[in-house]
């Protein structure tokens, strides 16, 4: 069988023995993390989401206080369209059933 590059079951010619039986070995899983035991992995964990935490642009005070209260207004909102839409079908049921 072939492709657009050559043959895929046959090793590239001019390549030795050795490294057509090299390219054609499962790679590694794992890497050098694999290797790493479960109070290193830990430590790179912790590591890497003090990182992390050292990328994040915090809000302001304002901006925090602006974003609460857009949560807290939308938040209300949709329990008075859940409310309303709540009543308004148990009217329906009341009227179909009752």
């Given at each position: 069988?072939?492709?657009?590059l050559g043959?895929?079951?046959?090793p590239?010619r001019?390549?030795?023995?050795?490294?057509?039986a090299?390219?054609?070995k499962k790679?590694?899983r794992?890497?050098k993390?694999?290797?790493?035991?479960?109070?290193a992995r830990?430590?790179?964990?912790?590591?890497?989401?003090?990182?992390?935490?050292r990328?994040?642009v915090?809000?302001t005070?304002?901006?925090?206080?602006?974003?609460?209260?857009?949560?807290?207004?939308?938040?209300v909102?949709i329990i008075?369209?859940?409310?309303?839409i709540?009543?308004?079908?148990?009217?329906?049921?009341?009227?179909?059933f009752?």
């Amino acid at each position: 069988m072939t492709d657009a590059l050559g043959s895929i079951d046959m090793p590239e010619r001019g390549r030795s023995e050795d490294e057509a039986a090299e390219s054609q070995k499962k790679p590694r899983r794992g890497g050098k993390r694999g290797k790493k035991g479960p109070f290193a992995r830990l430590a790179l964990f912790y590591r890497q989401v003090v990182a992390e935490l050292r990328k994040v642009v915090w809000p302001t005070r304002s901006q925090l206080s602006t974003y609460t209260s857009v949560v807290i207004v939308f938040v209300v909102i949709i329990i008075g369209l859940v409310t309303v839409i709540d009543l308004g079908i148990n009217r329906v049921v009341g009227y179909v059933f009752g």
